[in-house]
């Protein structure tokens, strides 16, 4: 029996019919009914009335070398204003387009104090990022020509310090690129959850592997990446009990061992429903 998805909002109306809940989606991975979580029926209507609220990712405009640099300048501990205006400061003298930049030059840059929303800041890290970027310079000036995001995103992990989530988060500001995923806990959780990834994989030791098992699941559900992650976000960020049910769910199914048993012989796990009412 299939199951119909119809969505009107007053950004517009789709229609889309979906498999029998049993049927699977992908090999050991069924499709579920849409007000089944966390399964991909359920994503899949989550994802299109996104779709219908929320514009596509758009490319920032920005140069490669720049969108390395504006993230190389921002990340954790630096506010996001302050990370803009360094940005801002090291694009207006021409880090990224001329030659000859030197990590002596970045760090006096950076250690002016900077104009943020009208107030003089100081750049906690000026050292630190000038190093880092300083060192991936000479490279993003010289960049080749790329057929696809995923090739954009495989060359920049072979910068220094530029790992497969930050390289990943590059390529989709850049480009708009849907053929590499933003990955983090709450995604792998819930592929794990439904049985597309095995327990043992990690977002830090197996971003790729973990990333071509979801973007299979959004083709066979014919939604963006972009899309699955936004609602996923959105979903563990309006209910923190969500996110934590899926931590709960794979502790209460994990294998069990040795010391699982013991535990398990003092005291009785809770039961947990894996429906949650539309």
Same mark, same amino acid.
């Given at each position: 029996?299939?199951? !119909?998805?119809? /969505?009107?909002?007053?950004?517009? $109306?789709?229609?889309?019919?979906?498999?029998?809940?049993?049927?699977?989606?992908?090999?050991?991975?069924?499709?579920?009914a849409v007000e089944e979580f966390p399964t991909p029926a359920y994503w899949t209507q989550q994802a299109l009335t996104h779709r219908l609220?929320?514009?596509?990712?758009?490319?920032?405009?920005?140069?490669?070398?720049?969108?390395?640099?504006?993230?190389?300048?921002?990340?954790?501990? !630096?506010?996001?204003?302050?990370?803009?205006?360094?940005?801002?400061?090291?694009?207006?003298?021409?880090?990224?387009?001329?030659?000859?930049? &030197?990590?002596?030059? /970045?760090?006096?840059w950076l250690s002016e104090p900077l104009d943020v929303q009208g107030k003089a800041l100081g750049f906690r890290f000026a050292t630190q #990022?000038?190093?880092?970027?300083?060192?991936?310079?000479?490279?993003?000036?010289?960049?080749?020509?790329?057929?696809?995001?995923?090739?954009?995103?495989?060359?920049?992990?072979?910068?220094?310090?530029?790992?497969? #989530? $930050?390289?990943?988060? !590059?390529?989709?500001?850049?480009?708009?690129?849907?053929?590499?995923?933003?990955?983090?806990?709450?995604?792998?959780?819930?592929?794990?959850? !439904?049985?597309? &990834?095995?327990?043992?994989?990690?977002?830090?030791?197996?971003?790729?592997?973990?990333?071509?098992? /979801?973007? #299979?699941? &959004? *083709?066979?559900?014919?939604?963006?990446?972009?899309?699955?992650?936004?609602?996923? *976000?959105?979903?563990?960020?309006?209910?923190?009990?969500?996110?934590?049910?899926?931590?709960?769910?794979?502790? *209460?199914?994990?294998?069990?061992?040795?010391?699982? $048993?013991?535990?398990?012989? $003092?005291?009785?796990?809770?039961?947990i429903a894996l429906v949650f009412t539309a």
């Amino acid at each position: 029996m299939t199951q !119909i998805v119809a /969505l009107v909002s007053r950004h517009g $109306t789709l229609h889309r019919e979906l498999p029998d809940p049993h049927q699977p989606i992908l090999t050991g991975v069924r499709w579920g009914a849409v007000e089944e979580f966390p399964t991909p029926a359920y994503w899949t209507q989550q994802a299109l009335t996104h779709r219908l609220e929320a514009p596509a990712p758009r490319a920032s405009g920005r140069s490669l070398a720049e969108e390395v640099g504006a993230s190389l300048l921002g990340g954790p501990g !630096i506010p996001a204003a302050v990370g803009l205006a360094a940005f801002t400061r090291v694009r207006e003298r021409g880090a990224f387009v001329q030659p000859g930049v &030197c990590e002596a030059m /970045l760090t006096a840059w950076l250690s002016e104090p900077l104009d943020v929303q009208g107030k003089a800041l100081g750049f906690r890290f000026a050292t630190q #990022k000038a190093r880092h970027l300083a060192a991936v310079m000479p490279a993003l000036l010289s960049a080749p020509d790329f057929d696809s995001g995923q090739e954009v995103r495989n060359w920049l992990m072979a910068l220094p310090g530029v790992g497969p #989530k $930050t390289a990943s988060a !590059i390529v989709r500001g850049w480009s708009a690129s849907e053929d590499v995923a933003l990955l983090d806990a709450h995604l792998l959780r819930v592929a794990q959850v !439904i049985g597309l &990834c095995a327990r043992k994989l990690t977002v830090q030791r197996h971003y790729l592997e973990v990333e071509a098992r /979801l973007l #299979k699941l &959004c *083709a066979a559900m014919e939604v963006r990446a972009s899309e699955l992650e936004a609602v996923v *976000a959105a979903e563990m960020n309006r209910s923190p009990e969500t996110a934590r049910f899926l931590v709960d769910h794979l502790e *209460a199914t994990a294998p069990a061992t040795k010391t699982a $048993t013991k535990a398990r012989a $003092t005291r009785e796990p809770e039961q947990i429903a894996l429906v949650f009412t539309a």
